[in-house]
């Protein structure tokens, strides 16, 4: 016992300490490469043309040889490489949810610090689960939760200055609000089955879809077991909420900062797959086999990985009370999005853009990040999809000599460039990481 507990100090010291220094050392390196491919709005207005271009790296067969080769030397250089990860998944999980039933009876007695210390137990059970927590939560608040940690709480005292109690109604969180929630977030994914903005759902089984149900619930849904019962009594200003949602204001501010999306959640996807650090976080998002509305959370994650998103909820809501950014208007939107736009499978041809990230869940060394032509440059599309694919009224091709890296877009007749506006921040995807 006393062995095995310092191996799990071991991994959580050196071994997450070795994944921050490689996150943060290749942070800003895409932001060396084209605009275009960094900057979704410089793409959008490339494409917006209509006009064949290309996108040319002149040391881009560098840039991407030395992170791939990065990836697997990190991967050979964690603790616990050759332990049997596959047997111990298992453990993991029963250890995790039994975490995270203490985390949600704590939530329903109403303390916060229980709640929080009983939460802090998976990262001693699930070292590598810490790098990757914070890492990706850093890059999800930075993208989703800035605008609403900015705008909603002046918002929310502007008008409780200007309108008298009696003329701004709320909506009080408390246990009939968590059950409607729950309920309508089941009821869209379960639309989702059927048909989505996309078009036509590709059919599953029922067996596969009980799975999801199930486990989608555990996965994802649980977050609001432990977030809103700690809150309870909180409440919703209703037109704090409207005038955000409508003027946009919290949408704007992060949709600013969503330009640059791609790269950060490549990288921290990409080595949420490496091999070790998988089982300890981003496998239990990937333990069901494809995906469907289910297994969508606020974005795609496994429920080990949301611990500091969690927090700044928690954050928002008790130290300046207002609503948790997970229930503003852009938010929503986003998962609502997250649900039919990347874990839902279409009935299109096989790698279609519209199943991207459907194809991850499937292929899962593939396509790790949110942009068609970041991943080809990054050769992370499928093998058997080659070195080009069409792509929102393109036919996207990437070319390579000793040194450069070009990606041509050629305009496709019939299939007008629009519809790379129709996909919100993201959709779409050669092997790497694990």
């Known amino acids: ?97 039994l975490i995270r039933c203490m985390s949600i009876a704590s939530a329903f007695a109403g303390s916060f610090w229980m709640t929080f210390f009983s939460s802090l137990l998976q990262f001693l059970f699930l070292p590598y689960s810490l790098f990757v927590a914070i890492c990706y939560g850093l890059e999800t608040v930075f993208v989703l939760y800035s605008g609403h940690a900015l705008v909603f ?93 409508a003027f946009g204001l919290s949408a704007k501010i992060s949709s600013f900062n969503g330009r640059f999306w791609g790269p950060l959640f490549y990288h921290v996807h990409r080595m949420g797959h490496i091999q070790q650090v998988y089982p300890d976080a981003h496998r239990f998002h990937h333990y069901l086999h494809d995906c469907t509305a289910f297994d969508a959370h606020i974005f795609g994650s496994g429920a080990p990985e949301e611990w500091l998103i969690l927090m700044c909820d928690f954050v928002l809501a008790l130290c300046f009370g207002c609503i948790p950014a997970s229930l503003s208007h852009h938010v929503l939107g986003v998962s609502w999005y997250n649900k039919w736009g990347f874990h839902t499978r279409s009935d299109k041809p096989e790698f279609h853009a519209d199943n991207f990230h459907a194809d991850h869940h499937s292929l899962h060394r593939v396509n790790f990040g949110i942009s068609v032509p970041f991943e080809l440059f990054m ?34 007749k019939n299939q007008p460039a629009t519809d790379f506006f129709a996909v919100k921040r993201g959709s779409s995807g050669r092997a790497g990481g694990s």
């Open 1 to 97: 016992m006393l062995t095995h507990l310092q191996s799990l100090l071991f991994e959580l010291t050196s071994g997450n300490a070795k994944l921050f220094v490689f996150y943060f050392r290749h942070f800003l390196e895409p932001f060396s490469l084209p605009r275009e491919l960094v900057d979704d709005s410089a793409m959008k207005a490339k494409v917006a043309q209509g006009k064949e271009f290309e996108i040319v790296v002149p040391e881009g067969k560098k840039f991407v040889d030395s992170y791939d080769r990065g990836i697997e030397q990190l991967g050979r250089d964690l603790p616990g490489l050759n332990r049997g990860l596959g047997s111990q998944f298992t453990t993991k999980q029963v250890i995790f949810w």
């Open 379 to 412: 050769k992370t599309t499928p093998a058997k999809m080659g070195d080009k694919t069409e792509w929102f009224g393109f036919l996207l091709q990437r070319l390579e000599d000793e040194r450069k890296v070009c990606l041509r877009f050629t305009p496709v």
């Open 153 to 245: 709480p002046p918002l929310q005292l502007l008008i409780r200055s200007v309108l008298p109690a009696q003329y701004n109604p709320t909506v009080t969180i408390g246990p009939w609000f968590l059950c409607v929630f729950l309920v309508a977030d089941q009821l869209l994914c379960f639309a989702c089955v059927f048909k989505t903005p996309k078009g036509k759902t590709l059919p599953i089984s029922t067996a596969r879809l009980l799975q999801s149900v199930v486990y989608g619930f555990l996965n994802c849904k649980t977050y609001y077991l432990v977030l809103l019962p700690v809150i309870f009594g909180l409440e919703i200003p209703i037109f704090a909420w409207l005038i955000d949602a």
